[in-house]
T-cell receptor, first 113, second 113 residues
Framework: GQQLNQSPQSMFIQEGEDVSMNCTSS?????WLWYKQDPGEGPVLLIA?????ELTSNGRLTAQFGITRKDSFLNISASIPSDVGIYFC?????????????FGKGTHLIIQP | DAGVIQSPRHEVTEMGQEVTLRCKPI?????LFWYRQTMMRGLELLIY????????DSGMPEDRFSAKMPNASFSTLKIQPSEPRDSAVYFC???????????FGSGTRLTVV
């Protein structure tokens, strides 16, 4: 399948700091999705992006669909302890079925007291 | 809605035994997906169904894996015989459409010893 490069792999931050993570690919995607996974649970959809250049917010979270359609970023402002978890990007290839939805390997967010 | 419901949450079995994982999708969702998550490979799509019909099973590792969806509210993923390398978290997800964001269950953590 297609490869999504998600970075960073992990982040160690202080509470209150802003967070930024991104995903890039050599392929063009029609849709970018950002999920969060808490320990022992399944991924939960945070933000969905459907158009190149689209910038969408969900509370303290902001995500953008890159102009080239090959990348996306997620920002979290003023991090709080409950933001801890694994964040996944996922991209949907044009015309693809479910096998066209590719997940990144995830960014582990750890907040130090 | 109670969301996607998976059972059991944890399964420990001996190598060679048959394992059956169960999933109840969200009512009204036409698509059902089975994913496997490991540290090394991340989230991998195993198989997906549309209106109870298997559409793409190219992600199923080998003949030891089989999945069924006898009706719109129930699906099973069976491994027979199980092997230690099958140890992973198995997620079921469902959706109205493909690529717009899936709702995941809490997963089944399978350990084969």
């Amino acid at each position: 399948g297609q490869q999504l490069n998600q970075s960073p792999q992990s982040m160690f931050i202080q509470e209150g700091e802003d967070v930024s993570m991104n995903c890039t690919s050599s392929s063009i995607f029609n849709t970018w999705l950002w999920y969060k996974q808490d320990p022992g649970e399944g991924p939960v959809l945070l933000i969905a992006l459907y158009k190149a250049g689209e910038l969408t917010s969900n509370g303290r979270l902001t995500a953008q669909f890159g102009i080239t359609r090959k990348d996306s970023f997620l920002n979290i402002s003023a991090s709080i302890p409950s933001d801890v978890g694994i964040y996944f990007c996922a991209g949907q290839l044009p015309g693809g079925g479910a096998d066209g939805l590719t997940f990144g390997k995830g960014t582990h967010l750890i907040i130090q007291p | 809605d109670a969301g996607v419901i998976q059972s059991p949450r944890h399964e420990v079995t001996e190598m060679g035994q048959e394992v059956t994982l169960r999933c109840k999708p969200i009512s009204g969702h036409d698509y059902l997906f089975w994913y496997r998550q490991t540290m090394m490979r991340g989230l991998e799509l195993l198989i997906y169904f549309n209106n109870n019909v298997p559409i793409d099973d190219s992600g199923m590792p080998e003949d030891r894996f089989s999945a069924k969806m006898p009706n719109a509210s129930f699906s099973t993923l069976k491994i027979q015989p199980s092997e230690p390398r099958d140890s992973a978290v198995y997620f079921c997800a469902s959706s109205y459409v493909i690529g717009n964001g899936y709702t995941f269950g809490s997963g089944t953590r399978l350990t084969v010893v």
